[in-house]
């Protein structure tokens, strides 16, 4: 038997459990810790890797000049991703490693420590159970280019790089304030960032801070060895002005390690457009069929093209669309999966609308293994909508549509033979849209990583934001919420 000229795509049901799963990203991952550590026995070394299941720990450096708030952003972040926090002082005095007395030596004869000792410490620490289960947060390392490679080529490489900066000024002003609290470790302000609670007032204490002219000789090491961390480390690293409130400090440092790089896995398009009438999902479906090539379904449009078409589901369903009848969930259901699992929607990707309506339209799409892989909800004020589709115009000879305000007729004879579907009334408008509503919250619990739109904007203005969705991974959900 001769083999198939090309081979056949995998199984819709078999691409949405590989990216579920995130199968192309656990191989990628299992690739670079071989490339990295070059282990003598690769299968073992993956079967060891596999059963610690850390893939999605936390592996973070905070970084930024003297006072810049390091020691509170990293301990906040150990608090909500419970990592392991790792710092100078936690290496030289909270731990027990083998080189840990060489680097007290060299501290004691107020000698700087090496790079090389530096980082051999970090590589022991990093190689405890705790953090390659629950992971790290690397406080003020790297301090400089030479300790970067030290750590990379020892296969400690970052996913997130946090970079707190403020002018040297305001840097030198903190730094005078700073009061520590023995016992938990977290830094206070004199000025800034007091405690309420009495007792903390009481026994905090001031560090041994560095003079005026100490710090401004620690800015000026800073700010010469930061561009060489910088060049390394770009692509995972986000700067962050730490001269605003804490909260707001802290809430983007969390945003961004809640963030995925984007990943060389394939990915097929499985986009879900949900929206109340006039909200503009057409149009949007367009715009993104023509860039990327994806599918474009309108649930509607199919059901009348199995009419057309005079399939023997078409003959079912002609009934109710010949009578402005809801057409049944099953039938729909059996022409959109015949549809959606068709060559090109497999291999090129799809964007639907007009279907799912309601939660069990939604569940009936998962039990058919239809798993959209971005999902919208198109919002905007009733008044808008109605405003769009109450004063909408067909022309009943070309099919073109226009509107009263905002695309009007060219010409007197086209205006004067423009009609209105009835369905476009505004009465008719109100009821529609109130049965979305009634519908939606239930839907939006079921599709819980949706993204949610303003539609009441220009349209290529939410054309962007929608591409920017598509294109960025969506953020990891085992991470701990506010």
């Known amino acids: 038997m001769d083999a198939p000229a090309r081979p056949w795509p995998p199984p819709p049901p078999v691409g949405a459990y590989a990216e579920e799963r995130e199968l192309f990203r656990l191989l990628q991952n299992m690739l670079e810790e071989l490339l990295i550590h070059k282990p003598d026995d690769p299968i073992q ?47 030289l005095f909270k731990e027990i490693l083998t080189l840990t007395e060489e680097a007290k030596a060299y501290k004691e004869r107020k000698q700087k420590i090496p790079n090389a000792l530096w980082a051999n410490l970090i590589q ?27 750590l990379q080529s020892s296969g400690i490489i970052p996913r997130h790089i946090v970079v707190l900066y403020a002018p040297d000024t305001v840097l030198i002003e903190r730094n005078s304030g700073k009061r520590l609290d023995p016992f938990t470790e977290e830094v206070y302000h004199t000025t800034f960032d007091w405690p309420s609670d009495l007792l903390v007032q009481q026994r905090l204490v001031k560090p041994e801070d560095l003079s005026e002219q100490e710090m401004s000789k620690k800015l000026l090491e800073y700010h010469r060895n930061f561009p060489g961390i910088f060049q390394i480390y770009q692509k995972v690293l986000k700067l962050i002005n730490a001269d605003q409130p804490s909260v707001d400090v802290l809430s983007q440092v969390l945003t961004y390690v809640q963030t995925r790089h984007r990943s060389a896995a394939p990915f097929t398009p499985r986009i879900l457009f949900c929206g109340p009438p006039g909200s503009g999902k057409s149009l949007q479906a367009a715009l993104i069929a023509q860039k990327y090539g994806v599918v474009n379904i309108c649930c509607g ?61 939604g569940e009936q799409l998962q039990k058919s293994h239809i798993m959209p892989n971005r999902v919208f909800f198109f919002n905007l004020p009733c008044e808008s909508i109605v405003e769009r589709l109450s004063q909408r115009r067909i ?34 408008v109100e009821k529609r849209v109130e049965i979305y509503y009634r519908n939606v919250k239930e839907l939006e619990d079921f599709y819980e990583d949706a993204f949610y739109i303003n539609a009441d904007q220009d349209p290529h203005v939410v054309f962007e934001i929608i591409e920017s969705c598509i294109i960025k991974p969506l953020p990891c959900k085992k991470l701990k919420s506010l």
């Open 45 to 91: 070394y993956m079967i060891n890797h596999l059963k610690q299941n850390n893939d999605d720990a936390p592996r973070i450096c905070v970084l930024g000049p003297p006072a810049s708030g390091k020691t509170t952003a990293a301990m906040w972040l150990c608090k909500h991703l419970d990592a392991i926090r790792i710092s100078q002082e936690t290496l």
């Open 124 to 150: 022991e620490r990093l190689s405890n159970v705790d953090c390659i289960k629950q992971g790290w947060i690397l406080e003020g390392f790297p301090e400089n280019q030479e300790q970067a490679w030290m």
């Open 301 to 361: 449009q199919l059901l009348k093209e199995a009419v057309a078409d005079k399939t023997k589901l078409g003959e079912l369903v002609k009934p109710y669309i010949d009578n402005g009848y809801p057409v049944p969930d099953n039938l729909v259901m059996k022409i959109l999966a015949k549809r959606l699992n068709a060559l090109d929607c497999v291999t090129n990707g799809w964007v639907l609308y007009g279907f799912p309506r309601d939660i069990e339209q």
């Open 395 to 428: 022309d009943p000879i070309t099919g073109e549509r226009y509107h009263t305000t905002f695309r009007p007729a060219p010409t007197p004879e086209i205006q004067a033979r423009l009609r209105q579907n009835p369905k476009d009334e505004e009465e008719n």
